[in-house]
């Protein structure tokens, strides 16, 4: 059949290359035929043309194969492919009589199942298209769904776009009243401005004139008093020569050689002291008056030494330390929490600590062995000071309370109220009179410990005030705050005498060397400065950063200088040398150090341990 069909197909061919009107007739392939002699040559030339159409028509039967097998699957069977379609349609019985019959044709030889051929490709490929119309047609009802999707999406942006457009036409509306206000502001502001650095420059003038006059009126004092008892030597002894010029006087006479004239300046001087004169003054001179009353009970205030400040007791054991380094010798396990604060006793072996367990505790050094605890504090523990007779110590709390504790009894005898912020520092008077607190509030406030009263409030600071400490054997105090500066205080009038700026974040510590004429302060980016106190300069900027630094001390040679640092670490500076070593310990967080001794140093961290260091050549 095949061989037909090629036959035939070669002849139509020949009939089309012919363009003439002469009609060919088909010769069928089974018929028998032969040409003359003399038509060799043309039945060789149109054997060849028969043999090249041949040819020609296999390659494209077998392109087509291939392109048909490449698109699909080999071509199904016809009886493959009429059960597969009566299954398909559900027509059970016809398929039960199809194959009864169809395998009883094949049993008895009438039929071969190679003879009934393939199901024609047009039929497969018809099945294609149909599943790919299916498909085409799903994909068509989801990119609809799509759309109807896009176009709400599109619809709700469309409306969030013209809010936004309105929102923002009135926020620009808003900038330009805004603005127009700012710059009416500043011109007012402007108008202003002369006036307010005038009463600045007033202000300052009369904080200094005051200060001068009640300096002038101390020394005009100190003279009259000095006067009133020379005055009284000479009366006195005026009265002893009268006495004993008079011979054969009575007993009674000269037990009463004070008249009555000298028994009342007596009187009067007594009172001078106690109760301000209700003379007419102006309302300046009542103000100072009043602010010149106080309690009884009230401690006096030390008075500086003129001249430079110069301590003989600095100079005890301040040898200067022989080459070598610190190196950790032990660790100590003091508190459940972090350690806040720490303080060295006065005059024996004895270390006090605070933390964040709202203790405080005292332990011998070097053994640590607990001596005392002590609760009351309702929060962290900020700071710590024993009083330099050694009997008692302060403590200050996040509670806002400042509360003193007596060594012997063990227990709280005073709490000091007042703060309306946590309290973030505090420290003891060297005459043990004063005790001095520093607040988040960004105030600072001496107390009286006999009157049992705050005596001064210092207000100057802009933000809170992390530290405070007194210079040894004066009326000066020095605070360091989070509005980056440092300030020093006249405590007897509670009034700024001098600011320190040049650190350019947070201060977090200040104290002055043994001597006092130096003073360490340390920030939140771990710099460390040094200021001279005679000049009121700086001498010496390092940077131990970037890792905030908490807490800095001196050696009581005063040519080291410790700090503690957040990284965990201990930095100390040599003055003489320049070189800053470090010093690590367990790796938590440092929160203070002390110096404990000629060559012992102290460390306390945020995992409640305290490091023993030691001085090694």
């Known amino acids: 059949m095949a061989e037909e069909a090629k036959v035939s197909e070669a002849a139509y061919s020949l009939q089309n290359d012919a363009k003439d009107d002469y009609q060919y007739e088909e010769v069928s392939a089974d018929d028998d035929f032969s040409l003359p ?3 060799e040559d043309l039945s060789k030339a149109l054997q060849t043309i028969e043999e090249q159409t041949e040819d020609a028509k296999l390659m494209e039967f077998l392109s087509v194969l291939n392109s048909e097998k490449l698109m699909s699957d080999i071509p199904q069977a016809m009886d493959d492919f009429f059960c597969n379609f009566l299954v398909r349609m559900g027509m059970s019985r016809t398929l039960d009589c199809f194959q009864n019959e169809w395998y009883e044709l094949i049993e008895r030889g009438e039929l071969r199942a190679d003879e009934a051929g393939l199901v024609p490709d047009v039929y497969t490929r018809n099945e294609q298209l149909e599943t790919e119309n299916l498909s085409l047609k799903k994909d068509l009802e989801n990119y609809r769904h799509s759309v109807n999707k896009v176009e709400e999406a599109l619809l709700k942006m469309e409306k969030e776009r013209d809010f936004h457009r309105m929102h923002h036409k009135r926020v620009l509306q808003e900038k330009n009243r805004l603005a127009c206000d700012l710059k009416r502001l500043k011109a007012h502001y402007a108008s202003y401005e002369p006036m307010l650095k005038q009463m600045s420059e007033k202000y300052q003038n009369s904080l200094t004139q ?6 002038e009126r101390d020394k005009a004092m100190g003279k009259v008093t000095g006067l009133q008892a020379a005055l009284e030597s000479l009366e006195y002894g005026y009265a002893k020569q009268s006495s004993e010029a008079k011979v054969g006087c009575e007993c009674t006479e000269k037990k009463e050689f004070e008249g009555p004239t000298q028994k009342a300046l007596r009187e009067a001087r007594q009172k001078k002291f106690l109760v301000v004169a209700s003379s007419p003054c102006d309302p300046d001179e009542e103000a100072e008056k009043k602010m010149s009353k106080r309690d009884l009970k009230d401690s006096e205030f030390p008075v500086d030494p003129e001249g430079t400040l110069s301590f003989e007791h600095a100079k005890e054991h301040t040898q200067p330390l022989k080459s070598g380094q610190y190196q950790l010798s032990s660790i100590l396990k003091v508190h459940d929490l972090a350690v806040s604060c720490l303080a060295l006793h006065p005059r024996k072996n004895i270390v006090l600590t605070g933390g964040d367990d709202c203790l405080w505790k005292t332990w011998g050094f070097p053994d640590g062995n607990i001596l005392l605890t002590g609760e009351g504090h309702t929060d962290w523990l900020s700071g710590c000071c024993f009083r330099p007779s050694g009997t008692q110590l302060v403590t200050s709390s996040g509670d806002t309370t ?3 504790w007596d060594l012997s009894r063990s227990g709280c005898i005073l709490t000091l109220r007042g703060h309306s912020r946590a309290v973030l520092g505090c420290c003891w008077h060297s005459c043990g009179d004063f005790v001095a607190s520093a607040s988040a509030d960004g105030t600072s406030k001496i107390w009286d410990v006999n ?4 005596r001064y409030t ?3 600071h802009k933000d809170s005030v992390n530290s405070i400490e007194f210079l040894p ?5 020095v605070t360091s705050s989070a509005d980056k500066t440092l300030c020093l205080w006249d405590v007897r009038k509670g009034l700024r005498v001098y600011t320190f700026q040049g650190h350019m974040h947070s201060c977090n510590h200040a104290t002055f060397n043994r001597k006092g004429d130096t003073i360490a302060s340390c920030d939140s980016s771990g710099l460390l400065k040094l200021w001279d ?10 940077d131990a950063g970037p890792h905030p630094a908490n807490q800095v001390a001196f050696h009581r040679s005063g040519d080291l200088v410790a700090l503690a640092s957040s990284e965990g670490s201990v930095k100390v500076l040599s003055l003489a040398v320049g070189q800053l070593s ?3 310990g367990p790796g938590v967080e440092v929160r203070c150090v002390r110096f404990h001794s000629q060559d012992s140093l102290l460390s306390a961290g945020a995992d409640g341990r305290v490091c023993l260091w030691s001085w090694a050549q």
């Open 37 to 39: 002699e003399d038509d």
């Open 210 to 215: 005051k200060m001068l006059t009640s300096l």
């Open 402 to 404: 400042v509360r003193l």
């Open 458 to 460: 210092l207000r100057g």
């Open 451 to 454: 009157s049992e009263r705050c």
């Open 473 to 477: 054997c004066s009326s000066t105090a």
């Open 533 to 542: 106190m005679r000049r009121l300069l700086p001498i010496l900027s390092i």
């Open 582 to 584: 470090v010093l690590r």
